[in-house]
């Protein structure tokens, strides 16, 4: 009896009732969470092609916008170097034509000259972001 006693109030008999009895909400917020992601992710590249048609913007310009969503000012190379390398549907040199053609649609914004030039995104390239996630 005296063992059973020291096996019920072990650290390791309180620690396996600790898991046992652990609150499983965190798994069912995950599962939402996914499932969530998984219907937007499915909603937006059923609508894509109608997207892309409303806002005259090719796949290469909405990376661009993407990319330059949050609003702060960032640097055209690691753009292509760092976030859309490995992309099937944008090269380098497609990626800068959509900085340009963005530029000249006054969807987004150029700071300086040369080669330290920041970008960033407008109001109107904002709505048309928002617009398509809606």
């Not at 796949?59 to 969503?69: A, F, G």
Request: charged content about 25%; glycine content about 4%; overall charge positive.
């Amino acid at each position: 009896m005296e063992h059973i006693n020291r096996v019920s109030v072990s650290p390791a008999m309180n620690y396996s009732l600790k898991l046992r009895n652990a609150n499983k909400k965190s798994g069912e917020a995950y599962d939402h969470a996914f499932n969530y992601v998984c219907s937007m992710l499915i909603k937006y590249e059923g609508k894509q092609k109608k997207n892309r048609k409303r806002r005259h913007c090719s796949i290469p310009e909405w990376y661009v916008l993407l990319y330059l969503s949050d609003g702060k000012e960032k640097k055209l190379t690691p753009c292509y170097t760092e976030v859309f390398y490995d992309c099937a549907n944008a090269s380098r040199n497609q990626i800068i034509r959509a900085f340009k053609s963005l530029h000249g649609r006054n969807l987004i914004n150029k700071y300086a000259v040369g080669r330290n030039v920041d970008y960033s995104i407008t109001h109107l390239g904002k709505s048309i972001v928002r617009q398509v996630f809606r």
